[in-house]
Nanobody
């Protein structure tokens, strides 16, 4: 099973940018759709974005469209989430996840993003 390790979270001010990384081990990464979800305190985990195996298609939640960009480098087994114009409501734990048979099935441990106003 692919192991996923997120990094790049931190404390920033509103309007700042952050780039999250998700490093994967294992051979199935390059053939998998990958995604980012987030979970804010007291709320359910929600979809943020996804990217197909070759980067040909990406999808975004309306709340982040135009501010966040997902990308991947299959040679490095890494998927990225560039987050610009961050808002306090973006504060959450961000999870990287691998899709298998159309199911989000393999999750990283998460990285905390905190945006102060």
């Amino acid at each position: 099973q692919v192991q996923l390790v997120e990094s790049g979270g931190g404390l920033v001010q509103a309007g700042d940018s952050l780039r999250l990384s998700c490093a994967a081990s294992g051979r199935t990464f390059s053939s998998s759709t990958m995604g980012w979800f987030r979970q804010a305190p007291g709320k359910e985990r929600e979809f943020v974005t996804s990217i197909t195996w070759n980067g040909g298609s990406t999808y975004y939640a309306d709340s982040v469209k135009g501010r966040f960009t997902v990308s991947r480098d299959n040679a490095k087994n890494t998927v990225y989430l560039q987050m610009n114009s961050l808002k306090p409501e973006d504060t959450a734990i961000y999870y990287c996840v691998q899709q298998a048979r159309s199911i989000w099935s393999n999750w990283g441990q998460g990285t905390q993003v905190t945006v102060s106003s």
